[in-house]
Structure formats: structure tokens, C-alpha cells
T-cell receptor
Framework: AQSVSQHNHHVILSEAASLELGCNYS??????LFWYVQYPGQHLQLLLK??????LVKGIKGFEAEFIKSKFSFNLRKPSVQWSDTAEYFC???????????FGSGTKLNVKP | KAGVTQTPRYLIKTRGQQVTLSCSPI?????VSWYQQTPGQGLQFLFE???????NKGNFPGRFSGRQFSNSRSEMNVSTLELGDSALYLC????????????FGEGSWLTVV
């Protein structure tokens, strides 16, 4: 079975700091990769996704992620975080062309104003 | 376009009882999947339905079951509730079942006492 690892469970940053959240998955074949975000009191929302092509994908709110196939990684980045980025971030993988997604355990980001 | 709607939002049940949760997908979406979210286990896939057929099933006991109706609405049922079933149950819908993006509802919070 697949697994998804998010190395940082809780990250605290000050506004304007740069962000990088790690995500690694265990599957050797073709994968679709996603980052979802859950703001306080809200439902999970898609941040960005990678299916194929340019391994650097851009999402909403200035987030981007880079797919590195050799490292089985899909790290999320943002050059300068804002207080409104405080949320929990989930990495997800889908590999079998069905809607069975494997999620990481999530990273709680707390941005101090 | 209305999002994924889940009912009820909150419920409390007693051990041994059964519960039915409902999900209305985004209009036009034919795939509905269910996830259990707990602090310890994160998001875990329960099952997915597409055009009234269960396409995928996660590693949950047979007490967890679901179905999908011809209008794509879905229900999940948990029988003989246990304390460990306390969780947020999330429904997600997609336009197809090819591993494309899934869109989440706000979830149903189940507390088993």
C-alpha cells in the first residue's frame, strides 16, 4: 500500500518568512500529487495539483510545489507567508486512476503576526 | 455552483447504535468518496462510489458501509458503533473516477459516547 509522509507536524513562522513543507510518498509508478489546505473552521480546499508536465506547479495564494521524481517528493513552498496562511496543510497522492487518495498526516502552520 | 453538502453536521450516538450520514455531491459529479479524519490516524479512505457502484474500498471493518443513489447522492452507515468511531467523516465528490481532483464537504462530526 502507498504511504505519504509529512515530516513537519507543526510549524511556527513569523509573517514574511519563507515556507517549505516536506512531503514524500512511497510508490514507484505514475502518481497524481495534491496539496490541500484546511483553514480554521473551514473544509479542505485544493491548493495545487500535479498530474504531468512541468514539475514546478503554482497554486492559489502564491503557493507552489515541486515534484522531484527521483526523491519521491512533492514539497510545498511559499516565499513569504502571511498570517492568513495559518492552517493545516495536507499532501495527498493518487496513483491508480481511481479516486482513492492517500493523505499525509498534515502539517499545522501557525503564522505569527 | 453549490459545493458538497453533508448532513448532519454534528451528532452524538451511544455505543452499539448505528448511524447514517448523507452527502450530496457537486451538481454533475458522479463520484463520491468518503474519508474518516481523526487526530491520530489523519485522513483515511473509506470507500468510493461511481454511478451507484462501489469502485474502491479502504481497510475498514464491515460495520462501515455505503451506497450511492441514481442522483449521485450518497449515504454511509456505521453499525454497532464503537468509541473509536468518533471522528470527522468527510465526503468528497469528483466529476469522474480517474484520479482527478476531489472536492470536500465540511464533514459530519460524530461523537460516540
Amino acid at each position: 500500500a502507498q504511504s505519504v509522509s509529512q515530516h513537519n507536524h507543526h510549524v511556527i513562522l513569523s509573517e514574511a518568512a519563507s515556507l517549505e513543507l516536506g512531503c514524500n510518498y512511497s510508490y514507484g509508478g505514475t502518481v497524481n500529487l495534491f496539496w490541500y489546505v484546511q483553514y480554521p473552521g473551514q473544509h479542505l480546499q485544493l491548493l495545487l495539483k500535479y498530474f504531468s508536465g512541468d514539475p514546478l506547479v503554482k497554486g492559489i495564494k502564491g503557493f507552489e510545489a515541486e515534484f522531484i521524481k527521483s526523491k519521491f517528493s512533492f514539497n510545498l513552498r511559499k516565499p513569504s507567508v502571511q498570517w492568513s496562511d495559518t492552517a493545516e496543510y495536507f499532501c495527498a497522492v493518487n496513483s491508480d486512476n481511481f479516486n482513492k487518495f492517500y493523505f499525509g498526516s498534515g502539517t499545522k502552520l501557525n503564522v505569527k503576526p | 455552483k453549490a459545493g458538497v453538502t453533508q448532513t448532519p453536521r454534528y451528532l452524538i450516538k451511544t455505543r452499539g447504535q448505528q448511524v447514517t450520514l448523507s452527502c450530496s455531491p457537486i451538481s454533475g459529479h458522479r463520484s463520491v468518496s468518503w474519508y474518516q479524519q481523526t487526530p491520530g490516524q489523519g485522513l483515511q479512505f473509506l470507500f468510493e462510489y461511481f454511478s451507484e457502484t462501489q469502485r474502491n474500498k479502504g481497510n475498514f471493518p464491515g460495520r462501515f458501509s455505503g451506497r450511492q443513489f441514481s442522483n449521485s447522492r450518497s449515504e454511509m452507515n456505521v453499525s454497532t458503533l464503537e468509541l473509536g468511531d468518533s471522528a470527522l467523516y468527510l465526503c468528497a465528490s469528483s466529476s469522474d473516477n480517474s484520479g482527478n481532483t476531489i472536492y470536500f464537504g465540511e464533514g459530519s462530526w460524530l461523537t460516540v459516547v
